[in-house]
């Protein structure tokens, strides 16, 4: 499919895409590349890429596609420092979980002749590293690609046609409007739990022992979102500010709301409300992408 | 193990409770009874009882064990019904999510000789209805008890032995404590999930099918707790108001101080929060009962 593909940012999803090139052939020439000196040797030893270098200007030499798969607020920086190795036609696109920011950190470094398709993969563990990685990771999941106005056609299908590749179903997206999808369906789902997470864990050593010993549905699934990659998180949510602060907001009045109906007593109203949330379930169920 | 047990109310817990008595002959009769006639055809259909009746007073008559499975605000109501019919003897106990409540709402009506051993098996799915039971979901999860002081040690040793015949690991709580427990780990992430879902159910259409298409890791979860029995969590808060308004107001500052965190893009308090929540995931994955 390419006759050179580099991958920088081993970590989950990096990895995985790296397992993907490998056993689909969907690269003559692999190049892993990560600044982690430590994921490099991971890489060598789990025989991640036909190149492994922790050198990324030096990894992206005569790259057809160049993929981006580190946390959002490392984007400028690698853009910067590769952008200048970059051949004329070579395809840059990323994996990351904010858009509109990363589009803005990258787009400004790349010269003319070089197209930015931006992607996102919604698919992901709560495990991190390059070790973690496996092949079937995008099978049957969403990657939203959001390009630009002046982003080739042929690039787009290009990237859409590796993704599809690794078992991916492809959506075409508007940046802004992405993130704020986004912001309702992971971001703010994330915030919450390391939020309730964060609560428990601030508690006095007694009862945070019981409620680890009791730790019902509810809770359990909460920690398992809540042990997601914090650099990672931490960027999604400095990136993402305006989108996640708008949604925060729906979702404050919304438990205010919950928090004053349980105050006095009214059955009535948390009734509707929990009667109503059926109906999403349902639909989500149906779905045959991401499941 | 027992002559004569009777269940009262077959949703999900009660017919899982049922199925183990007959399967591992826990009573010599099961007596089924719940006060909804179409949940009694269908235990007939399911052969779930070697009687079935829609009348609890009677159903109770000389039964050796009998167990409320209903919802924590029907507790009330059925012991007033089932109270005068029951023999010398008797041990009363109940699956209630709620432990404080449940034992004000039954204690009263319970004349001398008939024991009261609240308990709280810590097992469920987003399943309801007595066709949605099954045998092994008691199997190594967690049945707290919380006796009174008065509770003849004999009656709790009984409770136990039975719920441990159907695989539960049983622990003994005090009633309040339980409420607080419960309240963090399975009441508070019960009551956010059902609200971030409900945020999501009253966006615009267009935006509402996009959530619903593209939910990820994170919304999914939170909808399938939010699919939860609306009867019977609008009963958990109703009745568990202290407790849950107590943790909810301690969620509601860390959340704040998370909010405050994006506004003001102090990466370094996020990240140090979301570093923090992993040993909790860590501790829990490592718990053998209740996984």
Chains 1, 2 share one sequence.
Request: hydrophobic content about 45%.
């Amino acid at each position: 499919m390419f006759e050179k593909v580099t991958i920088i940012g081993l970590g989950l999803i990096g990895s995985s895409i790296a397992r993907n090139v490998l056993k689909h052939k969907l690269a003559k020439t692999l190049v892993t590349a990560d600044i982690n000196k430590d994921v490099c040797e991971k890489l060598v030893e789990l025989e991640l890429g036909h190149i492994v270098t922790d050198d990324l200007a030096l990894g992206v030499e005569d790259a057809d596609l160049v993929i981006l798969a580190v946390p959002v607020g490392a984007m400028e920086s690698v853009a910067k420092v590769i952008a200048p190795n970059l051949k004329q036609g070579a395809i840059v696109s990323d994996t990351g979980s904010v858009k509109v920011s990363v589009i803005e950190q990258i787009k400004p470094y790349l010269h003319k002749g070089v197209e930015l398709v931006p992607a996102h993969p919604i698919a992901g563990t709560e495990f991190s590293g390059p070790e973690s990685g496996f092949i079937e990771l995008f099978e049957k999941k969403w990657c939203i690609i959001t390009p630009l106005p002046e982003t080739d056609v042929r690039a787009v299908e290009k990237v859409s046609e590796f993704w599809e590749a690794m078992g991916a179903v492809i959506n075409i997206m508007d940046p802004q409007h992405h993130d704020l999808v986004l912001g309702i369906t992971s971001h703010l789902p994330h915030l919450i739990a390391y939020t309730i997470v964060g609560t428990a864990e601030e508690l006095s050593d007694d009862i945070k022992s019981e409620v680890i010993q009791f730790s019902a549905s509810g809770f359990r699934d909460f920690t398992r979102i809540a042990a997601s990659d914090p650099t990672m998180w931490r960027d999604v949510f400095l990136n993402n500010k305006d989108a996640v602060l708008e949604v925060l907001q729906r979702f404050n009045e919304d438990l205010s709301a919950m928090q004053k109906a349980i105050r006095k007593g009214d059955g009535e109203y948390l009734y509707q409300r929990f009667d109503k949330t059926r109906a999403i379930r349902k639909a989500i169920i149906e779905q045959k992408v991401g499941s």
